[in-house]
């Protein structure tokens, strides 16, 4: 269709004003898929004015929707205006780059270091429009001015103080329209500038006089002590106490924080209230009598109230370790804990904040993560609010060009499509506008959000260090730089919002403070009653006695349940046969296996109310095809789960296959049980072997978080374990790292053997008042071993043995010469071994818990055994490995005097074990005779 011929169609058609939205929602769908709308409307959406000239210098993921965004709002100004002038084109095309790039020329950078090119598309000339045309009106299309039309002079103006003033937006690469829009909105409307009244910003000033002063006080006081100072990026704190103000305006009831060393001391201070003379007394070397080791200060959390309009927010900043940025999942999991026992599914009630390092955020593979778990069923949380207070640094002695191949350190978002605002850290209104923004994203979209607060580093990494030795250009910079709270207060003292005598009244009343030891927040309310009561959960041991018995009756009732699913629910042939045997096994016409036992566990203590949480790699499958806790319906791929319909008023029962990560997850999971006490929480790796990727969560939080910070967590995790010559990544869990990791009763490890021992041990951990983790080498090839089996009677009893004597009758007591001790699979070798040979001079000792070591179970099993001179400890794994090292000393005190011990097993070895089954096999064989003595 020739243009003026469309023109004038349009011109004259019923379709102009009004009907504009119904066109641009045709469009919409035409753009998706052209054949989706008429042929008529094809063939005029096919001849719309095609843009000129421009150029595709973005990001893949943003060409399509720059496109789409331009001739959409070209083709509204054909039908509102009734022309195609090519310059209005233009003017639409100039929105559009300030939206995509306007950022790239943002005045961010408080020290004006950054030397970044003029963007060409942000030029007049680039459009072929130049200041001749800035008296002449255009439509300016969805710029949210207010107005349809105005002159190309004052949107030039405009879009420039949107996008190039000290608020960087980007937000182009999302997909979402209606999300962009949104932002659009927020800021166009204002023109990036904030609305504050002289109370907000008196407020604003106070935070950071607050920083500022806190920061010059500890380094009058205790000079060259490390305290990783805010000063540079002090408007962090006037954000922080913003975000927990709107929030809880808003209905938010809790805020959990999670960041690293830079600051963490001011905000403990400023936001959350600490009182400063304790905070003296630790630089002092003061403390209050500790139970453990402690951990220095800047690791350290806090949790108190701080008063809003909408009420008491509760304050949790969560410990962390030097780890930098494996407090993120921990917090995550800790929001999670507590959006569920609210009973909130949104987000709305709990906030998750999480403050990074510039260098941090760029480089640590756990924030990817995190985000990837972001919106995925086990691990949502509404969105977080990210802030990376960019000291442009780094860690050390490092630059941009160092740290990072992105042009931001932020670029990791936008995996998550989530907005990011970079802003002048020197420019407090700015992020104040920023931080309100981000909030209400992430509130109405329940999406993450991120604020790259740019600003510098006043000091080294830390008040000991030299800067100038390796950023000399900087920091003769910074010397020279005046102080956020001198440049905001000078402002409101020339706006004449706030003169500067009151500014001095301020500091010299926060010096007052701190002299006085008096908390300096005026939100500060002390907490009124904690989120959970532990009180229930404090000061037991692992031999603490408990009653976990349970009527048989209850149990066969149970079983059934768990059995059973809908006539019409049509399960894969494998799955059904394993219900049609756990239908046997409730009748009591077969043994129950190690799923079935499993399955009841989580069953009984779901009928008691108490909630069960599983997450990990296949685990509502089970990565040995054991657990089908989940039953897909293979018509329509309904799921069933057995165990969310034991009764009306059970717990809450759900199981996930998590993301494809070990640290994560695991760390999400700590965060979770740190904060729920109640009910049990599983983490579960799909081969025991991978939960080294999780190493640093095992070292710094799981098996010292109580020593260091009295943070108790009753946590179990399974982890797959078994010789079975799978290969050296496939076979150990690793069992000697852990038990090196054990000290003062810190966590528990295990190595149950039966379906009944593992039914007890977990309902041991829920009905026990003791919450410490659990370590579980679970099976593989036990999972339907013939002699791996139990009765419903035996679960019944509630009792997890953490020593199992000899159960062969013909093993009589006087005619035993040699006792092995062992823990789990090698145990049915042995077994199985034993009675081949006709051994009746041996007796097998299994030890299902190997720590705490169960010193009293296994002295009373060896009272029958006195005059037996050789005892041996058999091990599948290599003698480096395992059990041995970390062990031997249980054993040989639990022996009786004059005896020797000895070891049967693999010799040393620096993997984990062989690759090829013959071998594998000849070596299992081996170490079996020798701890049998036999040939």
Not at 23 to 36: F, R
Not at 116 to 145: I, M, P, T, Y
Request: aromatic share 8%.
């Amino acid at each position: 269709m020739p243009e003026g011929v469309m023109k004038a169609w349009l011109e004259s058609s019923h379709l102009s004003g009004a009907n504009t939205a119904y066109i641009e929602e045709l469009y919409e769908s035409y753009l998706d898929n052209s054949q989706s709308v008429s042929e008529e409307w094809r063939a005029v959406f096919d001849d719309l004015p095609k843009i000129e000239g421009a150029e595709v210098e973005y990001r893949h993921s943003e060409i399509r929707d720059e496109f789409r965004e331009l001739a959409q709002q070209a083709h509204k100004t054909v039908v509102v205006s009734g022309g195609s002038d090519a310059k209005q084109v233009k003017v639409l095309q100039l929105i559009n780059a300030f939206r995509f790039r306007g950022h790239q020329n943002a005045n961010i950078d408080p020290l004006g270091l950054w030397q970044r090119e003029k963007v060409r598309d942000l030029q007049l000339s680039h459009h072929e429009l130049s200041e001749n045309d800035f008296d002449r009106e255009f439509n300016v299309g969805s710029f949210a001015c207010g107005q349809e039309q105005m002159k190309l002079g004052d949107l030039y103006k405009a879009l420039s103080k949107t996008y190039c003033g000290s608020i960087g937006a980007e937000y182009m690469h999302m997909t979402s329209t209606e999300e962009k829009r949104w932002l659009q909105q927020r800021l166009e409307s204002v023109q990036s500038k904030a609305q504050l009244s002289v109370s907000q910003k008196e407020e604003v000033l106070k935070g950071l006089i607050a920083a500022d002063g806190l920061e010059k006080y500890l380094g009058a006081k205790f000079p060259g002590a490390k305290r990783f100072s805010l000063e540079g990026g002090d408007s962090l704190i006037p954000m922080l106490k913003e975000l927990i103000t709107r929030a809880g305006t808003h209905g938010t009831k809790e805020v959990v924080f999670g960041m690293a060393h830079r600051g963490r001391l001011n905000v403990l201070v400023n936001v959350m209230g600490k009182n400063p003379s304790k905070l003296f007394d630790e630089f002092a070397g003061k403390h209050d009598d500790l139970v453990g080791s402690g951990d220095v200060k800047y690791h350290m959390g806090y949790s108190s109230d701080f008063v809003t309009p909408g009420g008491n927010v509760h304050l949790a900043l969560a410990f962390n370790p030097s780890h930098l940025e494996i407090v993120n999942p921990v917090v995550m999991g800790s929001v999670r804990a507590r959006l569920d026992r609210r009973k909130c599914n949104e987000g709305d009630l709990v906030l998750p904040i999480t403050i990074h390092g510039d260098s941090a955020i760029a480089g640590q593979g756990v924030v990817q993560e995190t985000f990837n778990m972001s919106q995925a069923r086990a691990f949502k949380v509404g969105g977080s609010i990210r802030i990376v207070v960019n000291n442009q640094v780094g860690f050390t002695t490092s630059n941009q060009a160092d740290t990072r191949s992105g042009e931001y350190c932020t670029e990791i978002a936008k995996m998550v499509q989530a907005p990011i605002f970079h802003v002048n850290g020197d420019d407090p209104e700015a992020v104040i506008l920023a931080t309100q923004i981000a909030l209400d994203f992430r509130n109405k979209f329940k999406r993450d959000v991120v604020i790259d607060l740019v600003c510098y580093r006043r000091h080294g990494h830390n008040e000991a260090d030299e800067p100038n030795a390796t950023q000399p250009l900087m920091y003769q910079k910074v010397k020279k730089h005046p102080t956020p709270r001198q440049m905001y207060a000078n402002q409101l003292d020339e706006e004449g919002s706030v003169k500067i005598e009151r500014a001095n009244e301020l500091a010299e009343y926060y010096r007052t403070l701190l002299d006085e030891g008096q908390c300096t927040v005026e939100q500060y309310r002390p907490m009124t009653e904690h989120s959970v009561d532990w009180t229930p959960f404090l000061e037991h041991d692992w031999d603490d006695e408990y009653d976990a018995s349970i009527p048989h009756d209850e149990i066969k009732a149970l079983a059934d349940k768990v059995a059973s699913y809908p006539d019409d629910h049509s399960l894969n042939s494998r799955v059904k046969k394993i219900y049609d045997d756990r239908k046997k096994m409730a009748n009591g016409e077969k043994l129950l296996d190690w799923g079935f036992a499993e399955n009841l566990a989580y069953a009984a203590i779901v009928k008691d109310g108490q909630r069960v949480r599983i997450t990990g790699q296949d685990s509502a499958r089970g990565t040995f095809f054991h657990r089908h806790a989940a039953l897909h319906n293979q018509k329509d791929a309904s799921v069933y789960y057995p165990l969310q319909n034991i009764s009306e008023d059970q717990g809450p029962f759900n199981v996930y296959d998590s993301v494809l990560s070990e640290v994560s997850v695991l760390a999400f999971e700590y965060g979770y049980t740190t904060a729920e006490p109640n009910g049990l929480t599983v983490w579960e790796a799909q081969f025991g072997d991978f939960a080294n990727c999780a190493q640093v969560v095992f070292d710094q939080f799981i098996s010292s978080g109580e020593q260091k910070w009295g943070r108790l967590c009753g946590l179990t995790m399974l982890l797959p374990h078994g010789y079975e010559g799978q290969g050296p990544e496939h076979s150990s869990a690793r069992l000697e790292r852990f038990l090196q990791l054990c000290a003062d009763h810190n966590m528990q490890v295990c190595v149950p053997s039966t379906p009944a021992q593992v039914f007890n041990m977990l309902r041991r951990q829920v009905v026990r008042p003791m919450r410490r983790p659990l370590i579980v080498m679970s099976p593989k090839s036990l999972l339907r071993h013939s002699l791996a089996v139990s009765s419903l009677d035996d679960l019944a009893t509630g009792v997890f043995q953490n020593v199992i004597g000899e159960i062969d009758e013909d093993i009589i007591a006087k005619d035993v010469d040699r006792v092995v001790f062992c823990s789990g699979k090698v145990y049915y070798e042995l077994l199985e071994q034993r009675r081949k040979n006709e051994q009746t001079n041996v007796a097998i000792i299994r030890i299902e818990q190997l720590y705490p070591f169960p010193e009293k179970e296994l002295a009373v099993e060896l009272e029958q055994y006195q005059h037996v001179k050789q005892f041996v400890w058999c091990q599948e794994e290599p003698q480096n490995q395992g059990a041995w090292y970390c062990s031997q000393h249980h054993f040989r005190q639990a022996i009786p005097d004059g005896t020797y011990l000895t070891y049967a097993g693999r010799k040393a070895s620096a993997a984990p074990a062989v690759g090829y089954m013959s071998v594998h096999v000849k070596e299992q064989q081996a170490l079996v005779n020798d701890a049998l003595n036999a040939k």
